[in-house]
């Protein structure tokens, strides 16, 4: 730092630590740490989902939470951001068809490949890379875990369930060979489920074993974060990675001095490590 900070004005103050204090409650309620992430971004998202529900004083706002778990979900819901889709950025899942899975393939050890979807959301990731195995390999034992911070969303990637808007960007060719109409959604197939097992689990804290993957994706999950949080982040996924797996990110994002992760770029937002 260059200068001294001005003093911050005591309303100033006082709505840091109305939003501190904020945070740090829903944090005991939830377990989900807000103050990981950007500051401005988060905190007017806040605001005027609170102002919206009918209260501006942040610290009414979290009794309100503590009492109200309906309350609690819609406000989840606001701050997690679970958007989602099946074959979400079509131009990374064309990548991923043609090079990377069959490279992934052909070099499995004992015919099997373990993938990691961090951020799973409510699975449409995870789904959409078990069809993408079975198209292209019957015989290749593929293992694919989600995992993703929202116990709500964990239970719905179980289910397998996806809706008309969920499934936009799917081929109907596709989606009606590996999903069954049901209703006004889209059912995952037996096959499908059986290769992906979701948990629940927090990204910022979790230690991955080491190695323990051939294919990492963390899309659209890291753009919230502070730099500091996210390159930590990166850092102890890319440890997940075997020698010669790849690392996918969402096409907003970056990875900070990936040569020092040992990665390199091959494709748009997609690393293999050396």
Not at 105 to 115: L, N
Not at 238 to 244: E, H, M, Q
Request: aromatic share 8%; hydrophobic share 35%.
């Amino acid at each position: 730092m260059t200068a001294t900070a001005p003093r911050p004005s005591s309303a100033a103050a006082t709505a840091k630590d109305d939003y501190t204090s904020f945070c740090e409650g829903i944090r005991a309620l939830t377990s989900i740490d807000l103050l990981q992430y950007k500051r401005g971004q988060m905190e007017r998202r806040i605001r005027s989902f609170a102002q919206r529900r009918g209260e501006s004083d942040l610290t009414v706002y979290l009794g309100l939470l503590r009492r109200d778990r309906g309350e609690l979900e819609e406000f989840l819901d606001r701050v997690t951001i679970n958007v989602s889709q099946l074959w979400r950025n079509p131009e990374q899942w064309t990548v991923l068809e043609r090079e990377i899975l069959p490279e992934l393939i052909a070099r499995s050890s004992a015919g099997r490949v373990r993938a990691w979807s961090a951020g799973c959301s409510y699975g449409a990731e995870a789904y959409t890379l078990a069809a993408l195995f079975r198209q292209l390999d019957q015989r290749t034992r593929a293992e694919i875990v989600g995992t993703d911070i929202d116990r709500r969303m964990v239970e719905r990637a179980k289910l397998g369930r996806f809706s008309d808007e969920d499934a936009r960007s799917a081929s109907r060719t596709v989606l009606e060979r590996w999903f069954a109409r049901d209703g006004d959604e889209w059912q995952a197939s037996r096959e499908l489920r059986a290769l992906t097992r979701f948990e629940v689990g927090d990204l910022l804290r979790v230690q991955p074993r080491r190695e323990a993957y051939d294919l990492v994706l963390c899309r659209n999950t890291v753009i919230y974060f502070t730099e500091d949080v996210r390159d930590a982040l990166h850092e102890r996924l890319v440890t997940s990675i075997r020698p010669g797996g790849y690392f996918v990110i969402g096409s907003t994002e970056r990875v900070s001095r990936p040569r020092e992760l040992g990665l390199v770029s091959t494709h748009p937002f997609t690393y293999r490590k050396s």
